[in-house]
């Protein structure tokens, strides 16, 4: 990705970025972006090759990047890899904590509840499995907490800095099948507001994106049927978009670079921005 590509000219030279949840389709996006406007960025993943393999992208077109493999609900892990990070950049002054999720475990079959609920037919509420869910408030919670708790120190020593949690259009709107992972992000959105808070003045601005329908690796099953054609699921998203589309990861920079950037949001903190195509704002009439 190159500067000229971007939605918005955002300077961030001289700034160290960290980005978790790297590997994925959205920070991976991110991270090239934040990249093109000079940041040095360090991509964060459970997955070391998934995060290098983008690393090596954001190098290829001129960019400062680099690869680390973490767990961000591995307290240990995640000074390790900070302590690196300062080695090979310096000091962290923005953070994107896109690690997140939703687990299968967690998935309901039925969008309402039945007699057939206890007959074990399907997988129903009921039948949730409590790891799953765990997982998911884990993953969600803990894994914001944790990167929050460890690269902020930067930022209070700075007295400044930017970070950018990814919440949900689920946080505004729960979305049946899925309650834990929607639970998760209302609380990913609160903690926003609360970290918005107590870092304000420490010169640390905390903000989240609230994205709503994206096509992923991790809601595919949800919204394509084996043969690529959408979903029932998918049908009534699209008839619930004003905008009458999925997103597209490019939807997200402009936003994402506009929370970044200080001289343009500057005074802009605690807030939980959607960026759904109109999906929280539609009533269904």
């Given at each position: 990705?190159?500067?000229?590509?971007?939605?918005?000219n955002?300077d961030?030279?001289?700034?160290v970025?960290?980005?978790?949840?790297a590997?994925?389709?959205?920070c991976s996006?991110i991270?090239e972006?934040?990249a093109?406007?000079?940041a040095k960025?360090?991509?964060?993943?459970?997955?070391?090759?998934?995060?290098d393999a983008?690393?090596k992208?954001?190098?290829?077109?001129?960019?400062?990047?680099k690869?680390?493999?973490?767990n961000?609900l591995?307290q240990?892990?995640?000074?390790?890899?900070h302590?690196q990070?300062?080695?090979?950049?310096g000091?962290v002054?923005?953070?994107?904590?896109?690690?997140?999720?939703?687990?299968p475990?967690?998935t309901?079959d039925?969008?309402?509840?039945?007699?057939d609920?206890?007959a074990?037919k399907?997988?129903?509420?009921?039948?949730l499995?409590t790891?799953?869910?765990q997982f998911?408030?884990?993953l969600?919670?803990?894994?914001?907490i944790?990167?929050?708790?460890?690269?902020?120190?930067?930022m209070?020593?700075?007295q400044k800095?930017e970070?950018l949690?990814i919440?949900?259009?689920?946080?505004?709107?729960p979305l049946?099948?899925?309650?834990?992972y929607s639970?998760?992000?209302?609380?990913v959105?609160?903690l926003t507001?609360?970290l918005?808070?107590?870092f304000a003045?420490?010169g640390?601005?905390?903000n989240?994106?609230?994205?709503g329908?994206?096509s992923?690796?991790q809601?595919?099953?949800?919204?394509?049927?084996p043969?690529?054609?959408?979903?029932?699921?998918?049908e009534?998203i699209?008839?619930?978009t004003?905008m009458?589309?999925l997103?597209?990861?490019?939807?997200?920079l402009?936003?994402?670079?506009?929370?970044?950037n200080?001289k343009a949001?500057?005074?802009?903190?605690?807030v939980?921005?959607?960026?759904?195509?109109g999906?929280?704002?539609?009533?269904?009439?």
């Amino acid at each position: 990705m190159k500067k000229e590509d971007l939605p918005i000219n955002a300077d961030l030279t001289g700034q160290v970025a960290v980005v978790t949840g790297a590997g994925g389709l959205i920070c991976s996006a991110i991270s090239e972006a934040l990249a093109a406007c000079g940041a040095k960025v360090a991509l964060l993943d459970l997955s070391f090759e998934k995060a290098d393999a983008w690393a090596k992208e954001i190098e290829k077109d001129g960019g400062t990047a680099k690869a680390y493999g973490c767990n961000v609900l591995d307290q240990d892990a995640l000074a390790k890899t900070h302590e690196q990070i300062k080695k090979d950049f310096g000091p962290v002054s923005i953070l994107v904590n896109g690690a997140g999720g939703n687990s299968p475990k967690a998935t309901a079959d039925n969008e309402e509840s039945t007699p057939d609920d206890l007959a074990k037919k399907y997988k129903s509420f009921f039948d949730l499995d409590t790891s799953g869910i765990q997982f998911v408030f884990n993953l969600n919670i803990l894994g914001t907490i944790l990167p929050t708790q460890e690269f902020a120190k930067d930022m209070v020593l700075a007295q400044k800095g930017e970070i950018l949690n990814i919440s949900s259009m689920n946080a505004f709107r729960p979305l049946t099948k899925i309650p834990a992972y929607s639970a998760a992000k209302a609380g990913v959105s609160n903690l926003t507001e609360w970290l918005a808070v107590y870092f304000a003045k420490s010169g640390i601005r905390v903000n989240a994106i609230a994205p709503g329908f994206f096509s992923s690796a991790q809601n595919k099953a949800l919204l394509w049927n084996p043969d690529g054609t959408p979903t029932k699921r998918t049908e009534k998203i699209l008839r619930s978009t004003p905008m009458g589309r999925l997103g597209q990861v490019g939807d997200l920079l402009g936003a994402t670079l506009f929370l970044l950037n200080d001289k343009a949001a500057g005074f802009i903190t605690g807030v939980i921005l959607p960026i759904d195509g109109g999906f929280n704002a539609y009533s269904g009439v």
